[in-house]
C-alpha cells in the first residue's frame, strides 16, 4: 500500500472527504457509490465499478455469478455452450481457466 502523505480530519458527524486530486486520478464524481472494506486496523475505500465486467457498458447492468453484466452480454452468455458458460463465468470471477 502506497502512501499519499494526506492527512485529513473527520468532522463531527465522522465523514471525510476523499480529496479532489485522488477523486479526479479515480474517476470518482459526485454521487459516486463507494464501498468501504476492513482489514486488521486499515479501513480500505474501493470504486464501486457499475459497469459491464466483459464490455464496460453501464446501462441495463444484472448481477450474474456475483459480478455485474450488460444485457447484450447476459444473452450472449445464455446462447453459449455450457463449456463455454463455465469458462465465461471463471473470467468473470478471475479465476484461472483450468485445462
Ligand atoms: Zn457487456
Known amino acids: 500500500m502506497k502512501s499519499t502523505g494526506i492527512v485529513r480530519r473527520t468532522d463531527n458527524l465522522g465523514r471525510l472527504v476523499i480529496p479532489k486530486e485522488i477523486r479526479k486520478n479515480f ?3 459526485a454521487h459516486h457509490d463507494i464501498e ?3 482489514e486488521g486496523q486499515t479501513i480500505i475505500v474501493c470504486k464501486v465499478q ?4 466483459f464490455c464496460d457498458v453501464d446501462e441495463g ?3 450474474f455469478s456475483g459480478k455485474l453484466v ?3 452480454c447476459s444473452a450472449n452468455i445464455r ?4 463449456i463455454l458458460q ?3 463465468h471463471d473470467v468473470g470471477n478471475n479465476i484461472p481457466i483450468q485445462k
Open 27 to 29: 474517476g470518482i464524481d
Open 36 to 38: 468501504i472494506y476492513v
Open 50 to 53: 457499475n459497469k459491464c465486467v
Open 61 to 63: 447492468l444484472q448481477a
Open 70 to 72: 450488460c444485457s447484450a
Open 79 to 82: 446462447q453459449t455452450p455450457d
Open 86 to 88: 463455465r469458462i465465461v
